[in-house]
Structure formats: structure tokens, C-alpha cells
């Protein structure tokens, strides 16, 4: 597997969720890792990009409630997902672009209702 997406589950508005994907360091190192969503009956949407320098890129739905960070020592991005929002529900996909080509994790989701 080379992406491993974790974290997601259930929980209330304003709550807060932390979503973790680790990859193999032949994807990871060097190249831009992404999160990416799809709420139901809708299409997959960007979420947060960040490069391998540190630059960071949010859709506008979340800034100031996202955090997209990554630890380079063990090949991992993290979401940090704060004053969560019934229209965050969604499957959120890890994305890993090398090249021209992109790499996607399995899905997890986050669901936030009360």
C-alpha cells in the first residue's frame, strides 16, 4: 500500500478531527501531498495542498479551521480539521503527485452531525 489514510469518524459541530496518511518514502520525499474530499453527491474537491518545502494551499471553505502539515522523519501528512462543519462530511482522500502521476489512498470518513 503506499498511501495509508487514518482518522477519520463521527463527530459534532465545532469539533475537532486529525486525519493522518503515511506513504512510502519513494512517494512522499520530495513531492507535494494533498487531501482531497468527496461529500455525497458530490464531485472530489480539493481540500489542502502542501509542498515539499512547506507551502501550503487551501480551498477557501477551510481556511482557518485546516491545517495541512507534514512530518518528513516518518514519511506522514496530517490534516488537522478544527470547528468542524456539517458540509465537511465527506470521504477524504490522500493524494501524492510524482510526476504527472497521482497517487491516492483508500478513503476515510468523516462525518460530523450531531
Known amino acids: 500500500v503506499q498511501l495509508q489514510a487514518s482518522g477519520g469518524g463521527l463527530v459534532q459541530p465545532g469539533g475537532s478531527l486529525r486525519l493522518s496518511c503515511s506513504a512510502s518514502?519513494?512517494?512522499?520525499?520530495?513531492?507535494?501531498m494533498g487531501w482531497y474530499r468527496r461529500a455525497p453527491g458530490k464531485q472530489r474537491e480539493l481540500v489542502a495542498l502542501?509542498?515539499?518545502?512547506?507551502?501550503?494551499n487551501y480551498v477557501d471553505s477551510v481556511k482557518g479551521r485546516f491545517t495541512i502539515f507534514r512530518e518528513n522523519a516518518k514519511n506522514t501528512v496530517y490534516l488537522q480539521m478544527n470547528s468542524l462543519k456539517p458540509e465537511d462530511t465527506a470521504v477524504y482522500y490522500c493524494?501524492?503527485?510524482?510526476?504527472?502521476?497521482?497517487?491516492w489512498g483508500q478513503g476515510t470518513l468523516v462525518t460530523v452531525s450531531s
Open positions: 518514502r519513494s512517494i512522499f520525499s520530495g513531492n507535494v
Open positions: 493524494n501524492a503527485k510524482v510526476g504527472s502521476f497521482n497517487y
Open positions: 502542501i509542498t515539499s518545502g512547506g507551502t501550503t
